[in-house]
């Protein structure tokens, strides 16, 4: 038997409003102006030409736009792998912590939004340069002997994005991870399963909606992120945000930038779809009856 | 010598929680096949003794031999128990089969004889048709056999059960009262079975260690435990007990007179054997409520002791009545009598009556 709770009648429509007044004028309108712009030209000094073409869309097939997205694409799965395998250990500790020690924890791992992300970016740079305190330390330890160029890389792009994002997958996988029940760990443990097969059977397939989740929240942002890359990466690693804010900002090139900004988009919405489906309900709804 | 099948060996069992003993020299034997049941409040450390069984919890002294083998440092899943848990524990992302061939399929049982033994336990728990549904899909009920189905499939030595029945509302509590019993019966294995229900663990148990405080206070089968407690918190806990407290006078061989203490009244009791009780020790009766008697005529039988009072609440509760009598100032009786008599009203509110009992109904426990 189900218990249906309704308080009153159905909420009444307008409630939407505000947020449905604010999202399309500001989101949804802007949206379509930039997939119109995709297909129009540009004019001789930067300004929009209303013609329809898909030149933008075949100049994308040009191999360097192909090399910078492919990049950007290793680059932010490389970002959600790491962020992953540190994550969850992490984010496990915490879930089985006393429950006075979670929030401590919790608030940990949200110090570092205390400080601004460009800020932080900086202290990167200090750190990875090549007369920086990395270096330094590594020197002085007799680990290198010559200092290695780890800023503007892809390595040093792949550190500062793993910093930046690793609390949106941490916690996803919190949440995920404190809602499984621990008997059920007891349970497996006392029905012949190792600790790796409790691991593998019984916590990750539960955790997976949160597994999910927390690479959606990384994946996406580090594909698009234009910050993190011109900082710590410099000329030789672009990735497809900074390709995009080139366009818009530099070469005055709008319709191109909008078409890269779709081809982005569509990426992001096909992650979108895997890990939606990854993250469906295991236990399907209650049959009524 | 002919040695007796134990199954579980508990030797002066210590846990400690912070300062307090949870369990406190425990030491018990669980022989093959026996319905053993742990009954006590909570906090009782019942479930402490029951994961450390488990192998959940170490034992901080003592020891815990399962069929003859020590359990020193063995991990759970490494042990010939399995655990019924109280919240069932079932894998919501499994099916019903998948939950039940978990364990074999862990143990490396070969495949054809996985499918055959998940089959064989889900009829024994009268759940061969929900073999494809998830856990969530099924009712209470149906979540407990599962998960007896999942402990039995591996054929342990030992099945735990931490509170089985408490999820469960009253009328289907009931029915798997009997059923459990009869899958144990038809398993063949030892259950040990932690409760705080005393009907449950009276009406399943073949023996029940009544624990309080972390102590074995009691172990005896049912029969035992409810008729002839060892001692006040055993009476109390099982089942509903009146105590009259005295002073032991005039003992005459096995006979004495008990001198109320705090009402001017005495009745004769029976001194049980091996008693240490002297003239002028304190000594408390206890009687069940069924084993009283209502009258309101002064004439009593042979043997027949009595106390005088006055009705002051009748409880109707369908199959009987129970009557709150009143024999002293601070001494209130509990009388359960049979709906047997179809028509009468009983006994009123008010009415002067004499409890009664037979002389050997009367537990005597020395303090």
Known sequence: ?289 | MAEQPTSIDITSLVKRHGATLAVDHVSLTVQRGEFFSLLGPSGAGKSSVLRMIAGFEAPDEGTIRIEGRSMEGVPPNRRPVNLVFQSYALFPHLTVAENVSFGPRMQGVPQGEIASRVRASLDMVKLSSKEERLPSQLSGGEQQRVALARALVNRPAVLLLDEPLSALDQQLRQEMQVELKSIQERAGCTFVCVTHHQEEALTMSDRVAVMQQGRVLQIGCPQDVYESPNSIFVARFIGVSNELRGIVRRIEGKRAVLQAQDFPGEVQILLPDGTTLHEGNVATILLRPERLRLSTSAQSLSGEQSLAGSVEKVLYSGSDRRYLVRCGERLVWNVRVPNDESGRNGLQRGDAVHVRWQISDAVVLSE
Not at chain 1, 142 to 164: K, R
Not at chain 1, 214 to 225: E, Q, R
Request: hydrophobic share 55%.
């Open chain 1, 1 to 289: 038997m189900k218990i249906s709770v309704s308080v009153g009648r159905a909420p009444s429509w307008w409630l939407l409003g505000p947020g449905l007044v604010w999202m399309g004028l500001l989101f949804v309108v802007p949206l379509c102006l930039m997939f119109v712009i995709s297909f129009a030209g540009r004019g001789t000094y930067g300004g929009i030409v209303w013609s329809f073409s898909l030149t933008n869309y075949l100049d994308l097939l040009h191999p360097l736009y192909a090399r910078i997205l492919g990049q950007s694409i290793l680059l932010a799965a490389g970002t959600t792998l790491l962020c992953l395998t540190m994550g969850f250990p992490l984010a496990y500790y915490i879930a089985r912590a006393a429950p006075r020690r979670q929030g401590i924890w919790l608030l940990l791992v949200m110090i570092p939004f205390w400080t601004n992300f460009l800020v932080r970016t900086y202290a990167w740079m200090f750190i990875l340069r090549t007369e920086g305190l990395l270096n330094t330390v590594l020197l002085k330890l007799g680990v290198i002997s010559s200092p290695s160029e780890l800023l503007y890389s892809n390595t040093a792009v792949m550190i500062g994005l793993v910093y930046g994002y690793l609390p949106f997958m941490v916690l996803p996988l919190y949440v995920a991870l404190e809602r499984v029940d621990r008997t059920l760990v007891e349970a497996a443990w006392d029905l012949y399963a190792t600790r790796w097969t409790v691991f593998r059977r019984i916590i990750l397939p539960l955790a997976k909606p949160g597994v999910a989740a927390g690479c959606l929240l990384v994946f996406i942002p580090s594909l698009g992120a234009f910050l993190t890359p011109d900082l710590l990466g410099g000329a030789r690693s672009m990735m497809i945000g900074n390709l995009i804010q080139h366009e818009f900002l530099v070469a005055r090139d709008w319709p191109l930038g909008a078409a890269i900004s779709c081809l982005l988009m569509l990426c992001v919405v096909g992650m979108m779809r895997w890990s939606l489906r990854a993250a469906k309900p295991l236990v399907p709804p209650e049959s009524e009856s």
